[in-house]
């Protein structure tokens, strides 16, 4: 059964308050994403969590895995767990120590707390170049600078593009088949409609590019051919401009979750769409073969769809 | 259903009546087989000319009678990328199950989106005015239904782009 980030928590706090002898639970997550727990009779009253996600191309696999990120997930967790020394297995990426006595002397909240930050350990490691640009942005110290290039998801990227007083972020979307791109853009175009909705006059600039020659103006002179691939961009560029107050106080996580997370976001809502053609279609069967052969003709209707 | 559908759907009803005048014919070739001979085609004097029925350019239905059955073909009306993904996905749903519409063929004629084969057994089981009244409907409700399914899609669209945006509003 599957593992969510609530479920990593609950066997973290649960952990916490056990003597345990032996442990191993993997924990998968959407994306490609795997923890691995691990805690033996050998290792000192310690927790080894360890985390893997998809292989990217290397500046990518740098900007989230790179010594800087592994730096602040450690300042992130100093005290609690310690990023382990002996290099993880392949395929993961990743290896913390968390020290189990600590978290069993914690209070219960702050067990909860702890345990959902382990859990989110993707949200440090993915949105860490996000994390930056908003962190300078509620600080005031962000400045107008190229673009920058981003990816935590094979075969999709997005573009922080930071100006003075806010940021854009530029999400060009690519879909497998023409059906995903189809409802795609119709999904994503609702996106500038609902901005435009008198109850969210404080959400960020949204604004939808739907053909790959409306380039939008950000992105003037960068050619992202080469990390999109041979499809390119058939969804379009999304484009959300963040000012200082979107990001400023707590909500700021949240924030960086959403982004970079979006390409995820968007496919679970293409997929859903098509479930639910599909549950409309199957009423359409049957209430085709009711029109067709109600007490009439052979087996219409007779096998279930 | 639209108006504008009448005077399609009336044309389609009255060839469609001339064309389903079929009885059962035994296949000239071959001794104890009934073939539909629209679909074997292995002997011209038993086809009979093929009519086509134009709404537009893009919207059109093609009936090939002949002795002992009908095929008749459908092209679907699509004006952007969405409604023709809507109306491939539907359709080939139902005609993954054309086992249960015993009149629906499994593959469409080429250059059209749909395809039903009506044979003299369809017509002793269902009767003409039945099977005309199939057809057409079908015609009807599927312009009602890909116009549903595309204000469905971007209904949700919009509640989820909505939900999405109001967590990101501060």
């Known amino acids: ?305 | 259903m639209a108006l504008s559908l009448r005077p399609y759907t009336n044309n389609i009803r009255t060839e469609l009546n001339k064309a389903l005048c079929i009885q059962s014919f035994p296949c000239q070739n071959v001794e104890r087989h009934n073939k539909p001979e629209v679909e074997s085609r292995d002997n011209p004097e038993l086809l009979l000319p093929p009519v086509t029925i134009a709404r537009s350019e893009k919207e059109r239905c093609l009936i090939e009678p002949s002795i002992n059955s009908v095929r008749v073909s459908l092209r679907i009306g699509q004006m952007d990328m969405l409604e023709e993904e809507l109306v491939k996905m539907y359709l080939r749903f139902l005609m993954q199950r054309a086992e249960m519409l015993e009149v629906l063929r499994r593959v469409p004629v080429e250059g059209y989106d749909v395809s039903f084969l009506i044979t003299d057994q369809h017509l002793l089981a269902y009767g003409r005015p039945r099977l005309v009244d199939f057809v057409v409907a079908f015609i009807e409700e599927m312009d009602v239904e890909i116009s549903s399914m595309k204000l469905a899609v971007n209904s949700r669209g919009r509640a989820v782009a909505t939900e999405f945006l109001r967590s990101l509003a501060f």
């Open chain 1, 1 to 305: 059964m599957p593992f969510n980030a609530e479920s990593l928590t609950l066997l973290l706090v649960r952990a916490a308050g056990l003597e345990i002898q032996s442990l191993e639970e993997h924990a998968h997550e959407f994306g490609g994403c795997e923890y691995l727990l691990v805690a033996g009779p050998g290792q000192g009253g310690s927790l080894r969590l360890l985390f893997a996600m998809p292989q990217l191309a290397g500046p990518f696999q740098q900007q989230v895995l790179g010594p800087e990120v592994i730096d602040s997930v450690a300042a992130a967790f100093r005290g609690v767990a310690v990023v382990s020394r002996q290099p993880p297995e392949p395929p993961f990426h990743l290896a913390l120590d968390v020290d189990l006595h600590l978290l069993a002397r914690l209070s219960a909240p702050q067990q909860d707390g702890w345990s959902r930050s382990l859990a989110s350990l993707r949200l440090l490691l993915a949105g860490h170049p996000l994390r930056q640009v908003f962190r300078a942005l509620e600080a005031g110290t962000l400045q107008a600078g190229p673009p920058l290039v981003c990816c935590n998801t094979p075969g999709q990227v997005y573009v922080i593009k930071p100006a003075a007083d806010s940021v854009a972020l530029i999400f060009p979307l690519r879909f497998r088949s023409r059906q995903d791109c189809a409802i795609g853009v119709a999904c994503l175009q609702e996106f500038v409609e609902a901005r435009r909705g008198p109850s969210l006059g404080r959400a960020p600039t949204c604004s939808y590019s739907c053909q790959t020659r409306e380039v939008p103006g950000e992105l003037a002179g960068l050619d992202l051919s080469a990390v999109l691939g041979p499809g390119g961009c058939n969804g379009g560029y999304l484009t959300l401009t963040f000012t200082r107050r979107h990001v400023s106080g707590p909500q700021m996580e949240g924030v960086v979750w959403s982004m970079a997370t979006l390409h995820q976001f968007v496919a679970f809502h293409v997929k859903a769409t098509k479930a639910m053609m599909h549950t409309r279609m199957r009423r359409r069967v049957m209430a085709m073969i009711e029109l067709l052969g109600a007490g009439g003709g052979g087996g219409a209707g007779a096998m279930a769809v």
